[in-house]
C-alpha cells in the first residue's frame, strides 16, 4: 500500500504509475565526471555530449538531473506519475578510483534520502554503493537499507572495464540475498576492449551499446553461477530486459550444448538452463521501449508478474510514451501489475 496522496490520484484509471529507473546526480557528481580523465571512450562520449553540447536535450537533462524537487515533481504531475524509483545516474561511482568513489556513494544516498524524506509518497531510492572494495560497498548498502529505507541498489555495468560476474565480488550478493534486495543492473557503455566497432557509427550509447554491454553483462552473471549460490537473489535490468528474452531459446539451446560437452571448462555446470533464471532471478522495466509487443512478449517469456514499468527520466522523458503504454490493448489486470502492483512488491514499497 502506498500513500493516501498516491492512491487518490489512481481513482480513475485504476491503478498508480510507478516508475523504475528514473536517475539523479548531485550537483558535486556532475563537477567530478567535468574533471575526470579517463581512458574510457564510452565515458568519454556519454558525459563529452551532456557535459558539452550545447543541445536543447544535452542542457535540459543537465538540469533535471540535478532536481529533486519542483522541477521532478511538476514534470511528473504533467506527465501523470505517481511515484518515482530513484538511483545515482550511469556510471556512478564506478568510473572513480575506490576512495572517491566510496565518497560519492555516500554523498549521494544522503542527498537522495533528504528528497526521499521530504517527498516520501513521490520518490523511493536506490543504494548506490562502490563495488571497487565489496566489503565497503556492503556497509553502504546496510546503512541504504536499514537507516536511510532504500529498497534497491544500482550497479551501473562494468567498473572501469571489469564485469560484476568476478567471485571478489560476490559479498555484494550474499548481502542482497540476505536484506532482501533487488540489485539493479543498469547500463554503462561499452568498455574499451570493446567500444571501438560502437563508437565508429555513433552506435555506443543508449541507441544499442548501452543494451549490448548489459545483456552481455547479465548473462555473464548468470553464467557465473552466482544464482545458484544465491538462488533468492533477484536483479532487475531495463530496456525490455536488454534483448534477453528474444535471446532465450538460442541461449538455452547453445550454452546447454556447450556444457554438456564441457566446451568450456574453466566454467561451472550451472544447475539450470538459463531461461530458469531469467524466470526466477531476473526483473525487467520497459525503460525506454514504449511498445507493446516487446511488453508483452517478456510478460509471456518470464512472467507478467517480473515485468515493470519505468520511463528513464529525465533522459526519456516522454509524456505521449505514458498514453501509449496506458493505451496498451492487455489485460486490465496485467496493466496494473505492470504499472503499480509488481513495483510495490519488489520494492516492498510503503513498508
Ligand atoms: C541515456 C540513457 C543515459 C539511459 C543514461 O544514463 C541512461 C542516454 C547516463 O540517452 O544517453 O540511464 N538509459 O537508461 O536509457
Ligand atoms: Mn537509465
Redesign the pocket.
Same mark, same amino acid.
Given at each position: 500500500m502506498l500513500i493516501k496522496d498516491s492512491i487518490d490520484r489512481s481513482n480513475a484509471r485504476g491503478y498508480l504509475r510507478i516508475a523504475t529507473?528514473e536517475?539523479f546526480a548531485p550537483a558535486s557528481v556532475l563537477e567530478h565526471y567535468r574533471k575526470l580523465k579517463l581512458d574510457d571512450p564510452g565515458f568519454n562520449s556519454?558525459w563529452g555530449f551532456?557535459l558539452g553540447s550545447p543541445s536543447e536535450r544535452a542542457q535540459s537533462v543537465i538540469r533535471r538531473l540535478q532536481d529533486l524537487g519542483g522541477e521532478r515533481l511538476a514534470d511528473m504531475d504533467a506527465s501523470g506519475i505517481d511515484h518515482q524509483v530513484i538511483a545515482l545516474?550511469?556510471p556512478g561511482t564506478q568510473v572513480f578510483d575506490a576512495a572517491t568513489a566510496a565518497a560519492i556513494a555516500i554523498d549521494a544516498n544522503d542527498e537522495l534520502s533528504a528528497a526521499v524524506n521530504a517527498h516520501p509518497d513521490r520518490y523511493t531510492g536506490m543504494v548506490a554503493m562502490a563495488p571497487h572494495n565489496p566489503d565497503s560497498a556492503v556497509r553502504e548498502i546496510e546503512r541504504g537499507v536499514k537507516q536511510l529505507g532504500f529498497k534497491a541498489v544500482i550497479l551501473n555495468g562494468h567498473t572501469l572495464g571489469e564485469y560484476h560476474d568476478a567471485q571478489r565480488y560476490w559479498p555484494i550478493y550474499e548481502a542482497c540475498q540476505a536484506l532482501d534486495v533487488p540489485v539493479y543492473l543498469?547500463?554503462n557503455a561499452p568498455p574499451k576492449a570493446m567500444i571501438q566497432p560502437f563508437l565508429e557509427s555513433g552506435l555506443d $550509447?543508449?541507441v544499442y551499446g548501452?543494451g549490448v554491454d548489459t545483456g552481455l553483462h547479465m548473462l555473464r552473471i548468470i553464467c557465473s553461477g552466482v544464482f545458484d549460490r544465491f538462488p533468492k537473489l533477484q536483479f532487475i535490468i531495463?530496456?525490455a530486459g536488454e534483448a534477453l528474452p528474444f535471446w532465450q531459446y538460442r541461449l538455452d539451446y547453445m550454452y546447454g550444448a556447450g556444457q554438456r560437452s564441457r566446451r568450456y571448462p574453466h566454467m561451472p555446470l550451472l544447475e539450470h538452463p538459463i531461461s530458469h533464471y531469467l524466470s526466477h532471478n531476473v526483473y525487467i522495466t520497459n525503460? $525506454?521501449v514504449a511498445w507493446q509487443p516487446a511488453i508483452e512478449f517478456c510478460q509471456k517469456v518470464i512472467g507478467v508478474e517480473r515485468v515493470l514499468y519505468a520511463m528513464?527520466y529525465p533522459?526519456?522523458f516522454q509524456a505521449d510514451e505514458v498514453r501509449t503504454l496506458d493505451e496498451m490493448t492487455i489485460p486490465a489486470e496485467h496493466k496494473k501489475m505492470f504499472f503499480q502492483t509488481n513495483a510495490e512488491r519488489v520494492f516492498k514499497l510503503g513498508r
Open positions: 529507473e536517475a556519454l551532456y545516474t550511469s543498469h547500463p $550509447g543508449a548501452f531495463g530496456h525503460s $525506454g528513464d533522459y526519456q
